[in-house]
């Protein structure tokens, strides 16, 4: 049975930072991707980052994030990561990791989240101004 367990989520001011944790079980991530999602009250679900599971570990960013989150794994682990730096406000959402690429689906089609069969159970950020 397939679990994704998010970890490390919180409060902080802005300009602070967090460091989030998927811990994979049941689950071989070779050859797959995964990602980190958010959403905000009265909002869809957005594509965070996204990392392809192989020795290459291509990412890649929403706009909004690009050059203050980094997606990361441990294949040893089995667990991914998003470091958060220079939180804002609105960064302020429930945060999912996301694994196991549907059969017919493809990495790129990333930000879509119905390519992804496995989801965690969401970490809440809140970062106040």
């Known amino acids: 049975q397939v679990q994704l367990v998010e970890s490390g989520g919180g409060s902080v001011q802005a300009g602070g930072s967090l460091r989030l944790s998927c811990a994979a079980s049941?689950?071989?991530?070779?050859?797959?991707?995964k990602a980190w999602f958010r959403q905000a009250p009265g909002k869809q679900r957005e594509g965070v980052a996204a990392?392809?599971?192989?020795?290459?570990?291509?990412?890649y960013y929403a706009d909004s994030v690009k050059g203050r989150f980094t997606i990361s794994q441990d294949n040893a682990k089995n667990t991914l990561y998003l470091q958060m730096n220079t939180l804002k406000p609105e960064d302020t959402a429930m945060y999912y990791c996301?694994?196991?690429?549907?059969?017919?689906?493809?990495?790129?089609?990333?930000?879509?989240?119905?390519?992804?069969?496995?989801w965690g159970q969401g970490t809440q950020v809140t970062v106040s101004s």
């Open positions: 049941g689950y071989t991530v070779f050859g797959d991707c």
């Open positions: 996301a694994a196991g690429k549907r059969s017919g689906r493809y990495c790129y089609e990333w930000p879509e989240p119905s390519i992804f069969t496995y």
């Open positions: 990392i392809y599971t192989n020795v290459l570990g291509k990412t």
